[in-house]
C-alpha cells in the first residue's frame, strides 16, 4: 500500500516510531513538507531524511501560511526547492484555503504565491499537490491555466469538479475521512479508481475519533472505496498504488 499524503513532521518525537510501525504494512508513504507557521521545511527536511526511500518527499508552501503575504518566506521555500529539485517528486501542497481567509487580502495572497509556485512546478517540470478548501473550482482552473499535473488531495467538493478533474487527467486524494464525511464519500463513489489515489493526511482526519491518524490506516481508505465499489480490495490497493507510482513517478 502506497499512502499519498501524509505528515510524518507533526509526530515530532514519536515520528521515528511511528515510521517504523508504518514500514511493516506500507510501501512508501508521500509526506508533503510543508512550510506552515513554526513548521519550516528545513527542519522537516532534515528531521525525515533518514528515512526517505521509505518516505517520498515534496515540498511546498501552505495556504494558510500563504494567506499571511510574506514573500520573504516564499523566496527561502522557493531557495529550498531549488536546491533540492532532484530529491522530491512534486511541489507541494500549495493551494487555496477560502475557510481560513479572512478577507480578500488574505485570498489575493493566497492566489499569488499558488501562482507563482505553480509557475515553478511548471520550470522544474514537476507535478504539484494541492490543497483546496471552499475553493476547489478557483484551484483547477488555475491549475489547468498554468499547465501542470495537479494531485487534489483530500478532496471534498462537489461530485461535478470531481468529475471535471479526473476527466482533464488529475488524480483526486480519498482520506480516511471517507469514513465520516460525505463528500468524501460522493467523490468516491463519482470517480473511477483509476482516477484516484488514497491517504491518510496523518496525523489528521484519524477514521476512529479521539484517535491520532497514521499511514498505517490507509487500509481503511481502500476497505471503504472497495465498499463503495463493489470490487475486491486488492484490486483497488493495486490500482491506487499504481497511480501514485505513475504520478510521482516513483522507484520500484
Known sequence: ?????????????????????????LAAVVDSITEYRKAHVWKSWE???????FIVPTLGYHPNEARRGNWEKVKKVEEFIL??????????EIG???YYAENETQRENQRAIFRHFL????????????????AEREAFELVQRVGVEAYFHSFAGSVELAGEIAENGHPIGI??????????MAAAEAVEVENMMVET???YMSPVKGQRNTPCNVRVAIEEVAKLKGI???????????????????KP
Open 47 to 53: 528531521m525525515l531524511k533518514p528515512y526517505f526511500g
Open 119 to 134: 509557475e515553478l512546478a511548471l520550470e522544474l517540470k514537476l507535478p504539484v499537490v494541492i490543497h483546496a478548501r471552499e
Open 96 to 98: 487555496l484555503d477560502y
Open 232 to 250: 475486491d480490495f486488492e484490486e483497488v490497493k493495486r490500482i491506487t498504488e499504481r497511480n501514485a507510482v505513475r504520478f510521482f513517478n516513483l
Open 175 to 184: 482520506n480516511t475521512g471517507i469514513v465520516f464525511i460525505p463528500a468524501v
Open 1 to 25: 500500500m502506497i499512502d499519498a499524503h501524509a505528515h510524518f513532521e507533526f509526530y515530532k518525537k514519536d515520528a521515528p516510531r511511528i515510521i517504523e510501525e508504518c514500514r511493516k504494512d
Open 83 to 92: 536546491a533540492h529539485r532532484d530529491e522530491i517528486v512534486a511541489i507541494g
Open 201 to 203: 493526511d496523518a496525523p
